[in-house]
């Protein structure tokens, strides 16, 4: 607490599909207090407030991962010294994307959506996903969830009132690209889901996992961690019981937003020694 907001590392926030940096506003504020310099900016197109989206998610129509993944690569590249990249869902799968494009100190994907080489899709995701999927022609279209959809999907663990809340104040309509696009990854040899999962060379990188999670069950997210076993890279995995999707705003959020840091702090320290030539203890 007494660090000087220079001696912090900066954090880069990805939020997911059906949701904008708004979904992030407890972490930011969190994180801020404790002197981090915090970038939360919105997918290409997404700029505009909650609300102005639901009256015209047109914006979004056909927006992939690729575009995605560069944007926020440019993102991070502007950053003042290299930061943690921290991202939700499909932000947990541009934080992978990102560290093996060689940037960050260190990346947290938090419930990630799969990348390419994960082979089974439990049926709690793809009812999830179901209402885009269904639909070949949501390929370029965006698509809004119901609040029934939504409860089932990132905030199962709560009340029907309390996931509407929740609903009300995040949700926005998601463009269907991103999920056909894992869908059909391992059909694809240059999939944009695609990820080098045998980079030794890339930044440490934690996996979350809610145990509660319908959208990215635990099985899921422990299939990405196992693509990682042969990296020397580091890989962990955590996992915490009764978390749904929506860990942002949940109420373990502080616990999970607190590990966060600490892990990252942690692996930062331990490399910056290593290259100074000391040793772990």
Known sequence: MNESTDSKCPIVLIHGLWLTPRAWEHWIARYTALGHQVSAPAWPGMEIEVEALRKNPSVMNGLGVTEVADFYEKVVREQPRPPIIVGHSFGGLITQILLDRGLGVAGVA???????????????????????????????????????????????????????????????????????QAATANLRRNAATRVNVHNDTRAPLLLIAGGADHTVPVTLV????????????????????????????????????????????????????????????
């Open 222 to 281: 422990r299939a990405i961690y196992n693509l990682y076993r042969k990296s020397r890279a580091v890989t962990d995995y955590q996992e915490f019981a009764r978390m749904p999707h929506f860990s942002l705003g949940a109420p373990q959020w502080e616990k999970v937003a607190d590990h966060v840091v600490y892990w990252a702090q942690r692996h930062i320290t331990r490399q910056a020694r290593n290259n100074a030539g000391g040793q772990d203890r």
């Open 110 to 180: 938090i419930h990630p959506a799969p990348i390419k080489g994960v082979l089974r899709l439990p049926l709690s995701s793809l009812r999830s996903a179901l209402p885009v999927l269904a639909n070949p022609r949501n390929r370029s279209r965006t698509v809004a969830l119901s609040a029934e959809q939504f409860h089932y999907a990132f905030t199962n663990t709560l009340t029907t009132q309390e996931s509407e809340a929740i609903y009300q104040r995040y949700h926005v309509p998601a463009p269907g690209r991103p999920l056909f």
